[in-house]
């Protein structure tokens, strides 16, 4: 029996381009170069399944594809807004994607960009790259620190509440967060 064809839009990580050269005949995009529509078209006409990720626009024009062999489009991350769920249903596709794995991830980027701005690292890396640093002196590049300061967030889903423990936790912080599907009181 043949192995299913499978396009995949971008590069992913190598154990997982060499999880899918076992399984599947597999098409992968070495050059890392995103995918035209048109290249999308052409890949939906040629294969099984589909592996775009969220910077893919798969939309209603590319899901127009003809002849349409592909049945499943797999999207590598959470998100799914890049796909035309309408378009893609009304041509009897399946679409999927990765929920809750980068929650983690995407708290520990927002609590890194917090710091970030507020201790000025950016900033001092630079300084010290450009080699204008001339030695630590009291005032120079004073950040703020974010210890025991106050955190407002903008709905209490799954990073909010992922974010909020690492800043409460780990530095002190007051919570304060608007959301109107608040989560049950032992999330809080």
């Known amino acids: 029996m043949s192995k299913l064809k499978v396009i995949v839009s971008r590069a992913w990580p190598a154990e997982v381009e060499a999880t899918l050269k076992e399984k599947y005949d597999v098409q992968l995009n070495k050059n890392d170069v995103a995918m035209t529509k048109e290249e999308m078209k052409e890949a939906l006409a040629n294969c099984d399944a589909f592996l775009p990720t969220v910077t ?13 062999r592909t049945k499943y489009i797999g999207n590598f991350g959470v998100g799914f807004n890049h796909i035309d769920l309408d378009a893609a249903k009304a041509r009897g596709l ?9 929650t983690d991830c995407t708290a520990d980027i927002a609590m890194t960009l917090m710091l970030t701005v507020a201790r000025r690292t950016s900033e001092g890396e630079r300084h010290l790259r450009s080699k204008s640093w001339t030695g630590w002196r009291p005032t120079h590049m004073m950040g703020t620190k974010v210890t025991g ?10 990073i909010a509440q ?7 936790h780990g530095f002190g ?5 608007s959301d109107p599907y608040p989560p049950p009181a032992e999330v809080i």
């Open 56 to 68: 893919d626009p798969v939309d209603a024009e590319v899901l127009s594809a003809e002849p349409l």
């Open 94 to 102: 399946t679409v999927s994607n990765t929920p809750e794995v980068l």
């Open 149 to 158: 300061k106050t955190l407002g967030l903008i709905g209490m889903g799954r």
């Open 162 to 168: 992922a974010m909020a423990k690492r800043a409460h």
């Open 173 to 177: 912080m007051k919570i304060i967060f």
